[in-house]
């Protein structure tokens, strides 16, 4: 798969063109990372310095996983994100920090883009940011709702394991 395929694919990129999508591409830190299962991708209270586009695997979002592990609290996972997924959406928002940690599930493939060299992108082309931005509340929308329901019903919806998009 391309890397444009991969953006094709991703929920926040679904209203930009091919050529749009290859503005993104040809960003320079646009590149593919592999992850192995357990590895952590990110950890929270890291700098967010990438945005990450799932293109093969799974990733869990989890919340309170520190290190070394704490007594007192013990991990909740938020979420797993599925293939065409976007992760480490901080990295496009001030004060760009992650607050959760990301750890591979199983082999994971993805599209790491740079936060400063896509938020430069928005400047220059207001349109993708407009666009991104869009669908980006989106998706911060319905993780947000997943922690609401975790926190008050201690329960996750019917919804949480494997979102729509995903194609799985």
């Not at 070394?68 to 991990?75: E, M, N, Q, R």
């Not at 928005?122 to 997943?146: D, N």
Request: glycine share 8%.
């Amino acid at each position: 798969m391309t890397d444009i395929e991969a953006l094709k694919r991703c929920e926040i990129f679904l209203g930009l063109d091919n050529d749009d999508l290859q503005k993104i591409v040809d960003l320079p830190s646009c590149r593919e990372r592999t992850y192995q299962p357990q590895e952590v991708i990110f950890s929270a209270g890291q700098a967010a310095e990438h945005l990450y586009v799932l293109v093969e695997g799974q990733v869990d979002l989890v919340a309170g996983l520190s290190t070394p592990p704490s007594k007192s609290s013990s991990p909740a996972l938020i979420t797993i994100i599925g293939k065409g997924s976007v992760f480490g959406w901080p990295a496009l928002v001030p004060p760009h920090i992650f607050s959760l940690t990301a750890t591979a599930k199983a082999p994971v493939q993805v599209l790491a883009i740079g936060g400063s060299d896509i938020r430069n992108l928005f400047e220059l082309h207001p349109h993708i940011g407009y666009e991104v931005t869009q669908s980006l509340l989106q998706v911060i929308a319905s993780r947000f709702r997943t922690i609401e329901q975790l926190l008050v019903t201690g329960k996750r919806s019917i919804l949480f394991e494997v979102p729509k998009w995903t194609g799985r």
